[in-house]
């Protein structure tokens, strides 16, 4: 049976086989545009700041940090060439810098700058390391600037685990039986998000790293409970 830390190094190419199909999937679920508004807001990063979309995928998450900061110079990064080329066709996304790289080392994707936010979603629970991974993202930012993970955590919960179990196999599973005719991504991600952090761990994951004033903030609908911001300060 292959070890789950292997089986990781195959979503690049698994998000590559579904790229021109994912944004059909995900409009399916209620919430999933405005809640990643939630988090880009809850960044709190300058105005006219520079800013890392980690793990971007086909731009909706950097649509949503866009939107909230008009301003701002945008850097979309993520390991998935497909995503990336998606992405880059949206015609509100022209003025994204959108690079391709691995979120465990962005300065070896040519990244030299710092930035003033990092919004991660739904990227964390799928690096190899997330302990070294968060202590880069921490070096990575100028001093009293924010990361924001949006992510799943339904550990230590057992109706955030059921909701979950039912969600992903009465809709996500099917939904890409249906939108991209493979489930092996959908159901590698079902099992990433039972397998990831519960809150506490993960806020202690950041304190370790070296970031201050770490606090989760929750969504509504039916994923609260579920999906969280996850808010850590670099000294």
């Known amino acids: 049976m292959q070890d789950f830390s292997e089986r990781k190094r195959e979503v690049p190419s698994d998000f590559d086989a579904i790229a021109p199909t994912y944004d059909l999937l995900t409009g399916m679920n209620p919430g999933y545009h405005r809640h990643l508004r939630m988090s880009a807001g809850r960044l709190g990063a ?4 520079t800013i890392l979309d980690l793990c971007c995928g086909t731009g909706i998450s950097t649509e949503a940090v866009q939107e909230v900061y008009p301003r701002a110079q945008i850097v979309g990064l993520d390991a998935s060439r497909g995503m990336l080329e998606v992405a880059k066709k949206k015609a509100l996304l022209r003025g994204v810098r959108f690079v391709h790289g691995d979120a465990m ?5 040519g990244l030299t700058e710092r930035f003033d ?10 690096v ?13 930012l100028v001093p009293g600037a924010r990361l924001a993970i949006h992510e799943y955590s339904v550990a230590g919960s057992r109706r955030s685990r059921l909701v979950w179990d039912a969600v992903c196999w009465g809709i996500i599973i099917p939904g890409g039986a249906i939108t991209a005719r493979t489930t092996k991504i959908y159901r590698y991600l079902h ?16 304190r370790r790293a070296g970031f201050v004033d770490v606090r989760t903030e929750p969504m509504d609908g039916w994923q609260r409970g579920i999906l969280h911001t996850f808010l850590a300060t670099r000294p």
């Open 46 to 49: 300058k105005p006219d700041g």
């Open 117 to 126: 936010g990092i919004l991660m979603a739904y990227g964390l629970r799928n």
């Open 128 to 140: 190899p390391d997330p302990d070294t991974c968060l202590v880069r993202l921490r070096d990575l």
């Open 105 to 109: 080392d962005v300065r070896a994707a």
């Open 191 to 206: 099992e990433s998000v039972r397998r990831f952090d519960s809150v506490r761990m993960l806020e202690q994951r950041l």
